[in-house]
């Protein structure tokens, strides 16, 4: 397998039902990363496109939160729904715009 282009970082960080803080998880970040998954092998872009799941990125607030490699991007809120034109940004090698990540304190 060749060396991946890009990597999309999927927080799936889940604290559990009884948590004071908000998860990425518990606000849709299992089925991102899932449909991210799924539209990297339905648009054959394995050799291109690598997705991860990570622990907490220190977003909570502004779950889930996506972190595209090395373009060093920031989304926040982002839904399953996104994948589709977060893959296509990224098929096109353009940065995508949509749910930026305010600059702001981390968390």
């Known amino acids: 397998m060749p060396r991946p282009d890009v990597q999309i970082l999927v927080c799936t960080n889940d604290r559990g039902a009884d948590a004071e803080r908000a998860s990425c ?5 299992l089925d991102l990363y899932h ?3 799924d539209g990297v092998r339905a648009r054959a ?11 907490c990125l220190r977003h909570c ?3 889930p939160v996506v972190c595209r490699w090395p373009d060093n991007e920031w989304h926040g809120l982002v839904e399953p729904a996104d994948a589709d034109a977060l893959l296509d940004a990224v098929a096109n090698g353009s ?8 600059d702001g304190p981390w968390e």
């Not at 998880?25 to 970040?29: D, E, H, L, T, V």
């Not at 940065?95 to 305010?102: A, I, K, L």
């Open 25 to 29: 998880a518990r606000r849709g970040g």
């Open 35 to 37: 449909r991210l998954k």
């Open 45 to 55: 872009l394995r050799d291109r496109v690598l997705v991860t799941r990570t622990g």
């Open 61 to 63: 607030s502004r779950g």
């Open 95 to 102: 940065p995508w715009t949509g749910r930026p990540m305010p």
